[in-house]
C-alpha cells in the first residue's frame, strides 16, 4: 500500500511529484470554490434576499461557466498547450474571484461566478490531462489522483477559512467569495515554472523538448523507448474535431465509459451534499453558526480519505475500488434517507445518525468516483483526441453538476430528503453494476498501451485521417 510513497520519494521521480503538486492547483480551485459557496450560502442568501431559486442560481451560475470552460479548453489545450490553457484558467479565475466579493445585487454576483466557472471548467480537466502525462506508468493512478485529493484540500481550506471569517460582520460573505482570487493567482504564477507534457511537444514536432522532460520526469533508461512509443502512436494518428470524437465508432465505447462515469459521479449527490451542506446539518437542527464549523468535519473526512485513495490506486486498481465504493455510497445513501424519513424531534435528537451517514458516503466517494472518475478519462482516450475526448466528459460532469446542484432544493420540496438521497442511491447501484460490466482496468498499463486496444491494436486512427499541420507554438 505504501509503495506508492515510497516509490514518489526516489531522486528520480521528485521533480515530477512536484510538477503535479502544482498542477494539481487546478483542482484546489475546484474544490476551494465549492467549499465557499456551500459555506457562504446561509449568509449571501439572507443579505441578498435570494430564496430556493437564487440559491440555486448563484451555484448555478458556476457550473454553467464551468461547461463552456471546458468546451473552450478543449481546443485551447491542443493549441496553446495544457501548460498555458492552464495558467489562462487561473487569470480568469483571479479576475472573476475579486468580481464576487463586490457584487450589488443577485443578477450581477451570478455573472460574476459564471465568469469563475470559466476558469474553474478549464482548470478541472486540464490537471488530469497535464498529470496523466508527465506521470510514470508505475505511479500515474496515485499521481493522477493528486488532483482529487487536491479538490477535497481546496474544500478543506474553503471550510476553514468561511468558518474564520464568518464572525466578521454582515458582509462575512464578500470576504468569503473574494478571497478566492487568491488561489487563481497562485495556479497562474505556478504554471510559469512547469514543463510542457512530452506527448503535447510530440505532437507539435518538438522531439528534442519532449526528450528533455522526459529526462525530467523519468529513470533515464526508460526515455527512449518512451519517446519512440509516444512517436509511433502520434504518427500513426490525427487531431481530431469534437464532431469525429463523438462520432467515431472506434471511440465511441470508450466514450460511453467516460460520460457514464461522468454522469454518475455527479448523480449520486455529491455535490448536492457538498454545495448544500450547512443547509442539511441546518435542517437536522444544528444552527447556521454550528453548520458552518460542522461543516469542516465534511471537509477532513473528504480529504483524508482522498489522500488514502493516491495510496492505493496503484496497488489495487481503479475496478476493484469503483465497486467498493459504489456498494458503500449505496448503503450510505439508504441510511441518510431512512434518517430523514423519521421524525422531525428524533432528527434534532439524533442529528449525529444522519452525519455519520453524510461522512460515510463522502468516505466511500473519495475511494472511488471521486479520483477514479478523473483518472479513466486521463487514461483512456487516444493522444490525438485526448484533450476533446476529456472535454466532452468533463461538460458532462459540469452539466450533471448544474442540474443535481439547481434542482436538489426543489427535489427535497417534492421528494423530500428520504426521497431525494434514495433517488441518488439509485444511481450509486447503477454504479457498481456499470463497473462491473463495461469499465475496464487501466493499473500499470503506459497510456500508448492502452490507446493501442482503444483503436483495435495497431495504433490506427478512430477517426478518418488528415495530413498534420506544423505549428508555430511555442513556449
Known amino acids: 500500500m505504501f509503495s506508492f510513497v515510497k516509490q514518489l520519494s526516489r531522486p528520480e521521480n521528485r521533480f515530477v511529484a512536484w510538477i503535479a503538486g502544482l498542477a494539481a492547483l487546478g483542482g484546489f480551485l475546484f474544490g476551494f470554490d465549492t467549499g465557499v459557496v456551500g459555506s457562504a450560502e446561509p449568509y449571501f442568501a439572507k443579505a441578498l434576499h435570494t430564496g430556493p ?13 464551468a461547461i463552456c470552460g471546458a468546451a473552450v479548453a478543449g481546443h485551447l489545450a491542443d493549441m496553446l498547450s495544457r501548460k498555458w490553457t492552464k495558467m489562462l ?11 464576487s466579493g463586490f457584487p450589488p445585487n443577485l443578477t450581477w454576483l451570478c455573472v460574476a461566478r459564471s465568469v469563475v466557472g470559466l476558469g474553474v471548467g478549464a482548470a478541472s480537466f486540464v490537471a488530469p490531462l497535464y498529470i496523466s502525462e508527465q506521470s510514470p506508468r508505475a505511479l500515474r493512478g496515485g499521481m493522477t489522483a493528486l488532483n482529487q485529493v487536491m479538490i477535497t484540500f481546496g474544500i478543506l481550506v474553503a471550510y476553514l477559512s468561511d468558518y474564520a471569517l464568518s464572525g466578521t460582520g454582515k458582509d462575512n460573505w464578500r470576504w468569503m467569495f473574494g478571497i478566492e482570487a487568491v488561489p487563481g493567482a497562485i495556479l497562474a504564477i505556478a504554471m510559469v515554472f512547469v514543463p510542457h507534457t512530452p506527448r503535447w511537444l510530440v ?15 523519468r529513470h533515464s533508461g526508460d526515455v527512449e523507448s518512451e519517446l519512440r512509443e509516444i512517436q509511433e502512436v502520434s504518427e500513426a494518428q490525427h487531431r481530431t474535431t469534437y464532431r469525429q470524437v463523438l462520432l467515431s465508432p472506434r471511440l465511441r465505447p470508450f466514450m460511453v ?35 458552518v464549523y460542522e461543516a469542516i468535519t465534511l471537509g477532513i473526512v ?32 439508504a441510511g441518510e434517507g431512512w434518517f430523514f424519513s423519521t421524525s422531525t424531534s428524533y432528527q434534532h435528537a439524533q442529528a449525529a445518525y444522519g452525519l455519520a451517514f453524510v461522512l460515510a458516503f463522502l468516505a466511500f466517494f473519495e475511494i472511488s468516483l471521486g479520483p477514479v472518475f478523473w483518472l479513466m478519462i486521463a487514461e483512456l482516450y487516444p ?55 463495461k469499465v475496464p482496468e487501466t493499473k500499470q498499463r ?30
Open 53 to 65: 431559486s437564487g440559491e440555486s442560481w448563484v451555484v448555478g451560475s458556476l457550473l454553467l461557466g
Open 257 to 291: 465509459v467516460g460520460v457514464v462515469l461522468a454522469f454518475l459521479q455527479q448523480a449520486v449527490g455529491i455535490n448536492a451534499v457538498v454545495y448544500f451542506g450547512a443547509v442539511d446539518l441546518k435542517f437536522m437542527g444544528v444552527s447556521t453558526a454550528t453548520a
Open 446 to 475: 503506459s497510456l500508448e498501451q492502452i490507446e493501442r486496444d482503444v483503436l483495435g491494436g495497431n495504433g490506427a486512427p478512430a477517426p478518418p485521417a488528415r495530413p498534420r499541420r506544423p505549428t508555430a507554438a511555442h513556449a
Open 383 to 437: 493522444l490525438g483526441a485526448r484533450s476533446k475526448a476529456m472535454a466532452v466528459a468533463t461538460m458532462t460532469n459540469w452539466t450533471f453538476n448544474f442540474l443535481v446542484s439547481y434542482f436538489y432544493l426543489t427535489m427535497t420540496r417534492d421528494l423530500g430528503r428520504d426521497g431525494t438521497f434514495w433517488f441518488f442511491g439509485f444511481f450509486a447501484l447503477l454504479s457498481v453494476l456499470f463497473t462491473l460490466f
Open 89 to 99: 484558467g487561473g487569470v480568469v479565475f483571479f479576475v472573476a474571484a475579486i468580481g
Open 302 to 333: 473528504n480529504f483524508v480519505f482522498a489522500l488514502a485513495a493516491v495510496m492505493v490506486l496503484d496497488w489495487v486498481g481503479r475496478k476493484p475500488l469503483l465497486v467498493v465504493g459504489s456498494i458503500g455510497m449505496l448503503l450510505s445513501l
Open 203 to 217: 505532437e507539435h514536432d518538438r522531439a528534442d523538448e519532449a526528450r528533455h522532460v522526459l529526462h525530467l520526469t
